[in-house]
């Protein structure tokens, strides 16, 4: 049974990815400036994250909704 991905898996999944993402900016960052500071640069990075996984779903979801 073969699954397509649809842009409605994409944007359920925008959240989660976001803060995944986030998390890897934050490691990066910390990396570049300094890894001592890599505890305060990991939460900071994931909540941007979520905040962009949440606005990403709320423009997208509502497209979605009125495209029934």
């Excluded at 001592?36 to 979605?64: C, D, E, K, R, W």
């Amino acid at each position: 049974m073969t699954r397509q991905t649809t842009k409605k898996d994409w944007i359920d999944s925008s959240i989660g990815l976001g803060m995944i993402a986030g998390c890897l900016v934050g490691i990066l960052a910390a990396l570049f400036i300094n890894p001592s500071i890599m505890v305060f640069t990991i939460p900071p990075g994931s909540a941007i994250g979520l905040l962009v996984g949440i606005v990403i779903q709320a423009i997208y979801g509502s497209h979605n909704q009125h495209d029934k």
